[in-house]
């Protein structure tokens, strides 16, 4: 680093200079760091539940033992890896560079948004650690009013406190798309990932606040003693799942979306070529925000909503999936008459685009009324939605901090070791969770701690492949670390990619950019496979 | 470990078109599964980079790939929307002779009463080929009444009744499970439906009998509750007389006319004040507090008996 003119990691040293910095590539890294250990958190509580699983009967942990274990589990990964992870990391670093900005509108409300999350991570670990929660992470009532003996307001109060973290998130990036933009980025010539980064901000708005209603209410009712959802106090169950849900769908997309914005950045750049269809990608993740708040009720056919209800919100579930098979349909064309190049993140993009298809494919049997009466509520639930959040979320997320950790770093990553582990990922992703598709099938319900043993067979293969996946998870942990140190200097644009994001230095100066650069053309513009960057001033 | 199932056991009722309708979903999820993965590997190892393919002439008119693909997902989507919604209508509307059980859950246990008044838990014996409705009602939390082998699932919210019906054609036993999380135990709330032939199934009854019809039992409660004070012959209070009332018509106070089902029935005598009949006084009180699940069904057996007495 001698002799470098100073980069956002070497200009200061501090520790201060980390925790009170408005730079956002240095809060990205901060938000890089917690997530990391809170997805560690999550992933060990699932390896317990597999563990647990492995045999018929309960004999691993107390059943209240496994069932805090399963809602920490979810409530972990949801809130504290899940919903923030690609906005709050690659989103927050990236998202400036690649509309040539200074940084994002509000940096001071970008820090903030870190400490609110970690105050609200410290709020929801403490309730773990003083004897965790029994609810499950969908927080149903009248249980968690008047049933669950668990730290329900302390874990409650911590998810509603990350909220304000997803809020100023969100508001941040709109702004800084609408306000920020270098002269001539148009909004046709924007990344795609920025249009799903805006299209999950507008969620991230106009939901989390229903959320944290929702979740006011659920401790006035606890604490209080004021009837709202619970049937003894003159409440409504339903009302809760309502509300819950009218968050906790549309919150799919925002764990989905940005990974759908980080595949179609993937996909042209090793296609090394223009990605096909671009305006109706870029409209299908407006059109997913905007549908997936009309959907809710899919989760509430067998709950006792009303007949109507329920066929109207089954036809809206099928016209969601609409965009995401446009989507889908786009980034194979794009590899048509393409330079494929099978580099690391590419390997995630194609693992997302087959684990994506299906888990988009299985949703289909959810909103298809009959079927959903016999597997709503059993594994065939749990496998679609681990589908798309790990098979999906957490696949981009692996495929874009691959791409972007030159950029973020300045070091290249070891590729055999990198190749290695996606493909294990893959593999071990699918053992793990399309054993638990036929055991949906078969009729096992969630959150049981015990089960008949003609189911055994399908857990075990499950519990192998999530052994499997755990190794997997843990090579770039190590390979990362290690490029920190050994991996060799980055050049600004390794993979001979387009975006304006390249063309400043890896790692990039605190200022970002040295000269404003002018945009001139659309973000994946090849010729013969040969990148034509979108400005040529810098 | 007991070998590798991959379809569930069939009991009948409507497994065999919703097992078709699953067969349908599988085949298009193949079939575009398929097609994407086999264009994701053919375009991959054929334009590879630094491997020599045509690469001229590509597509310039994307509009209409994306208008075909879009109609076409559209079409096909609507299709199983349409498919699935059509089954789950039919599942929704009990035949009107079907055999009434009542069923309360609980932390954690499923507990059945028979029309005969015969009682069980965490077992269910039903007759094969006679639609069975379930009544169901929650003591506490939320539950699920679920039996894999029939394909049908029903949540049981508390403060309200909710109801299911199937028909089982094959003898034998099937899992029942709790399909909604309710705590310590939920793991271990369930046990067996027996669907028994109509002639052992009778006997079986025969066997557990002794006890009086449920609507006996109502009738019972009906005057120690002191209802019969009121809405039996020579009341004190003006109060509606009850024969005949079950499965009509009611006009309500505030000019509403709403059906005199088991929901009207139960929240009348939880809260009187919510649906008056039009021409009484609210004068009525709660007995919420006062009688258990298990009671207020036997209440409501009584009021259809009466209902069925005064249509007949």
């Not at chain 2, 909710?162 to 309710?182: I, K, N, T, V």
Request: aromatic share 16%.
């Amino acid at each position: 680093m001698h002799g470098s003119p100073p980069n956002y990691l070497t200009a200061r040293t501090t520790i201060r200079s980390w925790l009170f910095s408005t730079d956002h590539k240095r809060i990205a890294l901060l938000y890089f760091a917690s997530i990391t250990f809170f997805f560690l958190i999550g992933g060990l509580a699932a390896v317990l539940i597999r563990l647990e699983l492995v045999t018929p009967a309960a004999d691993l942990v107390l059943p209240d033992t496994y069932n805090r274990l399963f809602t920490m589990h979810g409530v972990i990964m949801v809130w504290f890896f899940l919903v923030p992870s690609i906005p709050t990391t690659l989103g927050n670093f990236v998202l400036p560079l690649m509309l040539a900005a200074r940084d994002l509108a509000f940096p001071r409300l970008n820090l903030a948004s870190w400490y609110f999350y970690i105050a609200g991570g410290a709020l929801t670990v403490l309730a773990l650690l003083l004897g965790g929660v029994d609810t499950g992470w969908t927080f149903y009532e009248p249980y968690a009013s008047a049933f669950s003996n668990g730290y329900v307001t302390l874990a409650v109060l911590g998810i509603f406190l990350s909220g304000f973290s997803s809020i100023l998130t969100g508001l941040n990036f709109i702004v800084t798309t609408h306000k920020l933009r270098a002269p001539g980025m148009t909004w046709y010539r924007l990344p795609l990932f920025v249009w799903s980064l805006y299209s999950t901000s507008v969620i991230l708005v106009l939901a989390t606040p229903v959320l944290a209603m929702t979740l006011l209410m659920l401790v006035a009712e606890r604490v209080l003693g004021i009837g709202i959802f619970d049937p003894a106090l003159g409440g409504d169950p339903l009302l809760w799942q309502h509300m819950f849900w009218f968050y906790s769908h549309p919150a799919v997309y925002i764990m989905v979306l940005p990974a759908i914005g980080i595949v179609s950045e993937l996909v042209p750049a090793f296609a090394r070529k223009q990605i096909f269809g671009y305006k109706f990608v870029a409209w299908a993740s407006v059109a997913i925000a905007a549908i997936g708040f009309l959907v809710w009720g899919h989760h509430m056919f067998v709950a006792g909503q009303s007949l109507y209800a329920s066929l109207v919100f089954s036809f809206l579930s099928y016209l969601v999936a609409v965009p995401s098979a446009i989507k889908v349909f786009n980034w194979v064309a794009t590899l048509h008459k393409g330079w494929i190049r099978f580099d690391a993140p590419m390997l995630y993009a194609f693992g997302f685009i087959g684990l994506f298809t299906i888990g988009g494919l299985t949703g289909l049997f959810l909103a298809a009324l009959a079927i959903d009466v016999h597997v709503t509520d059993t594994y065939f639930v749990v496998a679609h939605f681990h589908y798309i959040m790990v098979g999906g979320s957490v696949s981009a997320f692996f495929g874009g901090l691959h791409y972007w950790w030159p950029k973020i770093t300045g070091r290249l990553y070891p590729e055999g070791w990198a190749r290695a582990a996606a493909i294990l990922m893959f593999f071990g992703f699918n053992l793990t969770f399309f054993p638990q598709f036929v055991l949906g099938w078969l009729g096992m319900p969630r959150r049981y701690d015990a089960y008949p043993p003609e189911f055994q067979i399908w857990h075990v293969l499950s519990s192998a492949g999530a052994s499997t996946l755990a190794v997997a998870y843990a090579m770039p942990l190590f390979y990362f670390f290690w490029s920190l140190v050994w991996g060799a200097r980055a050049p600004a644009n390794p993979w001979g990619a387009t975006g304006l994001e390249w063309l400043t230095g890896s790692p990039p100066p605190a200022r970002n950019f040295e000269r404003t650069p002018i945009v001139v053309r659309g973000p994946y513009d090849y010729v013969e496979g040969q990148p034509r960057p979108q400005a040529e001033n810098v | 470990m007991r070998g590798f199932p991959v379809w569930p056991v069939e009991a009948g009722h409507y497994a065999g078109e919703m097992d078709a309708l699953f067969i349908g979903l599988v085949i298009v999820t193949v079939l575009t599964a398929g097609f994407v993965c086999f264009l994701l590997i053919f375009f991959a190892a054929r334009y590879r980079a630094g491997h020599d393919a045509d690469r001229s002439h590509t597509i310039e008119k994307t509009w209409r790939w994306e208008v075909g693909w879009t109609t076409a997902s559209l079409l096909i989507f609507v299709g199983l929307a349409v498919w699935g919604a059509d089954l789950y209508l039919r599942l929704y509307r009990p035949p009107k002779n079907a055999v009434q059980i009542f069923v309360v859950g609980k932390q954690w246990m499923w507990k059945a009463q028979h029309p005969g008044g015969q009682r069980e838990i965490n077992e269910l014996h039903v007759p094969a080929g006679r639609a069975i409705r379930l009544v169901m009602a929650s003591q506490d939390t939320i539950h699920s009444f679920y039996v894999p082998a029939l394909r049908v699932k029903q949540d049981v919210v508390p403060g309200r009744y909710e109801s299911m019906w199937f028909q089982a054609d094959r003898p034998g036993r099937y899992h029942l499970f709790c399909a909604e999380y309710c705590g310590t135990d939920h793991a271990r709330m369930g046990g067996w439906l027996t669907v028994m032939a109509p002639r052992a199934f009778a006997g079986w009854l025969r066997d557990r009998g002794g006890q009086q019809s449920l609507a006996a039992q109502g009738e019972q409660l009906f005057h120690a509750f002191g209802c019969s004070g009121c809405h039996g012959p020579g009341g004190t209070v003006r109060a509606p007389d009850l024969n005949g009332v079950y499965g009509g018509p009611v006009a309500l106070q505030d000019g509403r006319v709403v059906s005199a089902d088991e929901r009207y029935v139960r929240d009348s005598i939880l809260m009187p004040k919510s649906e008056v009949a039009a021409g009484y006084d609210p004068v009525m009180p709660s007995f919420a507090g006062q009688v258990g699940e298990d009671d207020l069904a036997k209440l409501v057996a009584y009021v259809q008996s009466l209902g069925r007495k005064g249509a007949g």
